[in-house]
Structure formats: structure tokens, C-alpha cells
């Protein structure tokens, strides 16, 4: 029995939208010194598995593929980072009331022509729907859901509710603030969240001291 495409690896998964978390699939982001978690193509394939846009069995052909053509799985891993890199420029920049760079455009709806050719509509149990058409074995078949949702995301009401974590180390990472005030601050309350108000306490803590000590001075 092979083991599982995602087993070793577990990713932090913030699951607004999935185009977030993949502009999430750098650590550091909005600093000088961003750390890179896409770091072959199969760590591509692990994080597609494990947010839900690959089955198993897809992800293991893919690796398959990727195994047999090095060299173009390569050229489509450096391209789904500067896809990345593009889709989290524009959603940074939307979350901060900025207009988008244009050449963040065109990589965006470079892979937007890519998905829709692969795009096509078909009955479902309910109607209608999308589906991917043909090729099993694209090894760029992940960026199609991945580009779909930015787009579905940049069009919908939704885009108001883009946000930027306001970790002032560089987090970066994006959310979908859904709280009822559009009030949220940190990409995880536990995380980012915690480490400012630490910071806060050290500094009040700090400040204290140092009035207590300058009063003993006196
Ligand atoms: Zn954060």
C-alpha cells in the first residue's frame, strides 16, 4: 500500500478561499525575506491534494507524469509561483484599497485563457455545471481551480471582504474576513494574534518598569 500523497506534510489551510490559500503558500509574505513552501512539484501536488482540489488518485498520476517529464514539471512549478505571486499582489493590493499592478493582470488572465480552454459546461444530478475537460495528465491542472477562484473571488461581493493580516513582522498572508463587523485583524487569531498581543503586554510591561525605576531615581 502506497502512503498517502499529503501524509508527511501538513499544511496550514485557512479555507476562505482557495485562491487565498494558495497566495498563502509563501510564509513571510509581506516581508523582505519571503520563505518559499512550494519547493518542488510534488509539495505543488501535496498542497493540491490537501486543499481539495486533487483526489488521491489524481494527485499519484500527476506525480507519475511529473516523474516522467522533469524538466516541464519544472517549468510548471515556477510558473504556478509566479501565478502566486501575481494573485497575491492583486488581492494584497485590493485588500488595502490599492489598484493592481497590470502586469499582475496579465499573468492572472494568462492562466484565466488556460483554465477556460479546459473549462466546459455539463449535466450534473442538479442541472449544470463546470468540468474540466480531457487531459488527466496536464501537470498544470491544479492552477485551472486555482485561477477560477480568483477570478470568482474578484467578481463576487466578496472582494470587500479581502484582508491582509496586520502582523507588523511581515505575516502578509490573505483572509476572507467574514466576521459581522469586517473587523478581523490576524490571519489566525492563535498565531499572528497572540504574538501582537504578547508584544503588547512585553511593551505595557516595559513602559511600567521603567516608570517604577525612573520613580526610584527621583
Ligand atoms: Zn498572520
Not at 25 to 35: G, K, M, N, Y
Not at 48 to 76: C, F, Y
Not at 79 to 96: K, P
Amino acid at each position: 500500500m502506497s502512503k498517502s500523497v499529503t501524509s508527511a506534510i501538513t499544511r496550514k489551510l485557512l479555507r476562505g478561499r482557495l485562491c487565498l490559500d494558495f497566495a498563502n503558500t509563501a510564509d513571510w509574505h509581506a516581508s523582505d525575506q519571503p520563505e518559499e513552501r512550494l519547493t518542488s512539484y510534488a509539495e505543488f501536488v501535496s498542497w493540491s491534494r490537501q486543499a481539495g482540489i486533487l483526489t488521491e488518485k489524481q494527485a499519484k498520476r500527476l506525480l507519475r507524469q511529473a516523474a516522467d517529464h522533469p524538466e516541464e514539471a519544472t517549468a510548471v512549478l515556477k510558473w504556478a509561483i509566479a501565478l502566486r505571486e501575481a494573485i497575491y499582489e492583486i488581492f494584497a493590493a485590493v485588500a488595502h484599497g490599492q489598484a493592481p499592478q497590470a502586469t499582475d493582470w496579465t499573468t492572472l488572465n494568462a492562466a484565466l485563457s488556460e483554465m477556460l480552454a479546459h473549462s466546459q459546461i455539463a449535466p450534473t444530478e442538479n442541472g449544470f455545471g463546470w468540468q474540466w475537460a480531457g487531459d488527466e495528465d496536464a501537470l498544470d491542472r491544479p492552477l485551472w481551480s486555482i485561477a477560477r477562484s480568483a477570478a470568482d473571488l474578484l467578481t463576487s461581493d466578496e472582494l470587500q471582504r479581502v484582508g491582509q493580516c496586520a502582523d507588523d513582522r511581515g505575516c502578509g498572508w490573505l483572509f476572507l474576513d467574514t466576521s459581522r463587523n469586517h473587523t478581523r485583524r490576524w490571519c489566525d487569531i492563535k498565531d499572528c494574534g497572540n504574538r501582537a498581543k504578547a508584544h503588547r503586554h512585553y511593551e505595557r510591561k516595559r513602559v511600567s518598569d521603567l516608570g517604577v525605576l525612573a520613580g526610584q531615581v527621583t
